[in-house]
């Protein structure tokens, strides 16, 4: 796996969650799509997270899941703790 990789595994193992406190101190203005923002606000909402925190967590977990798809890997989620695992396909 790559540096991006390892870098998510070695954070969530420790604490559960990707690691994202700035490092390189980088600023983005994006527009969000009308479905984007709703899905943020929800994330806010439930998590108790900020934006900014969503955001990258989000970005970490998106290089991890394209990396993967890259090296012929695949994407699975299990909807409930007893559910059936079910493979996620990203069009």
Same mark, same amino acid.
């Given at each position: 796996?790559? +540096?991006?990789?390892?870098? /998510? *595994?070695? /954070? %969530?193992? =420790?604490?559960?969650?990707?690691?994202? !406190?700035? %490092? %390189?101190?980088?600023?983005?203005? %994006?527009?969000?799509?009308?479905?984007? =923002? +709703?899905?943020?606000?929800?994330?806010?909402?439930?998590?108790?997270?900020?934006?900014?925190? *969503?955001?990258?967590? =989000?970005?970490? !977990?998106?290089?991890? *899941?394209? +990396?993967?798809?890259?090296?012929?890997?695949? /994407?699975? *989620?299990?909807?409930?703790?007893?559910?059936?695992?079910?493979?996620? /396909?990203?069009?």
């Amino acid at each position: 796996m790559s +540096e991006i990789g390892d870098a /998510v *595994i070695a /954070v %969530a193992a =420790a604490d559960g969650w990707p690691d994202t !406190r700035p %490092a %390189a101190g980088v600023k983005i203005a %994006a527009t969000l799509s009308r479905r984007a =923002a +709703e899905a943020l606000e929800t994330v806010v909402t439930v998590t108790g997270l900020t934006k900014t925190e *969503i955001v990258n967590q =989000a970005l970490i !977990r998106n290089a991890a *899941i394209e +990396e993967a798809l890259s090296l012929g890997g695949e /994407v699975k *989620i299990r909807a409930t703790a007893d559910g059936d695992l079910e493979r996620v /396909v990203f069009l």
